[in-house]
């Protein structure tokens, strides 16, 4: 897998984020967009863009806001602390599609991504003490919320198979990536079994040869992973808190890496400087397109 790589980590922006997560490649701009969840910041910026993100596009939006991904029309779908909202194209709330009434005060959505029938799937963490009170939601165009499964410390990572008939989902908490049957129609998640275990997994990544790609929350690398689970190459990074991962560019062959400040004391960051900025690996791997809110793609 050695050979998979092309070049040292790079800096892809040189930030302060408290927590990066939701990284994804806008095809129809040609820009990479992602969010600073505890800063309820939505970023946009060109994939040459300057390191320091001053050219970048950044909209203020109501705190937290832990993921976005793209809908029809041109703009965004994204979840708030316990709302899913429709975006404009300049990335200012336009519409709010619906609302969830968590287990209690001390959890919120966190990741969230666009499945291959055109639905948002969002899970919650709780941001306490971890416990698996959370849930997976999904969301389509019309505001229909479903509950697709509880028992969560934090939901994290989503991907889907080719044919679409299988989900995989982190539980960040658990160490564990889990799978099950999926589909079209009311109730698309089967039964959940293990399938990547023992790491803190945040974030996930499927490239087009069907590896998986994840941060290690707390481990301070990327993992890439074989079709059958096993680790084939472990990815050093210069910041302990690796969150979102995302193939990105205009062939999308460049995977990018979020990190996070959170959970440091200033000797964590003195030590660690990058913490909160967006790293870049150049790999032989290509990505997967996004799927956009309110367009099927899967027969």
């Excluded at 070049?7 to 939701?22: C, I, P, Q």
């Excluded at 079709?227 to 979102?244: F, Q």
Aim: hydrophobic share 40%; charged share 20%.
């Amino acid at each position: 897998m050695t050979a998979e790589i092309r070049g040292e980590v790079e800096v892809f922006r040189s930030l302060t984020s408290v927590l990066v997560e939701s990284i994804f490649w806008d095809d129809r701009a040609g820009e990479v967009v992602w969010v600073d969840i505890t800063a309820g910041t939505l970023h946009r910026g060109r994939f040459d863009g300057a390191v320091d993100g001053s050219d970048d596009v950044v909209v203020a939006l109501p705190a937290p806001v832990s993921a976005v991904q793209p809908a029809q029309g041109g703009g965004f779908v994204a979840a708030l602390k316990d709302r899913v909202v429709l975006l404009g194209p300049d990335g200012t709330v336009v519409d709010e599609l619906a609302s969830v009434t968590h287990a209690h005060s001390g959890i919120r959505f966190n990741e969230g991504k666009v499945d291959p029938y055109g639905r948002f799937v969002v899970g919650a963490m709780d941001v306490t003490v971890g416990d698996p009170d959370a849930g997976l939601y999904l969301a389509d165009a019309d505001g229909r919320l479903e509950v697709l499964c509880g028992g969560f410390g934090v939901a994290n990572g989503f991907e889907w198979s080719d044919d679409a008939r299988e989900m995989y989902v982190t539980d960040t908490a658990t160490q564990t990536v889990y799978r099950g049957s999926y589909a079209a129609g009311a109730a698309p998640l089967g039964e959940l079994e293990p399938f990547l275990v023992g790491h803190a997994s945040d974030g996930l990544a499927l490239d087009t040869d069907g590896r998986f790609w994840n941060g290690v929350y707390g481990g301070g690398e990327v993992l890439c992973w074989s079709a059958d689970g096993e680790v084939i190459a472990h990815l050093p990074m210069p910041a302990p808190n690796v969150t979102s991962v995302a193939f990105a560019g205009p062939d999308r062959d460049q995977l990018l890496v979020g990190t996070a400040r959170e959970n440091l004391t200033e000797e964590d960051l003195e030590a660690s400087p990058l913490s909160g900025s967006i790293l870049r690996i150049r790999t032989r791997a290509t990505g997967r397109p996004v799927h956009t809110f309110g367009a099927e793609t899967a027969s």
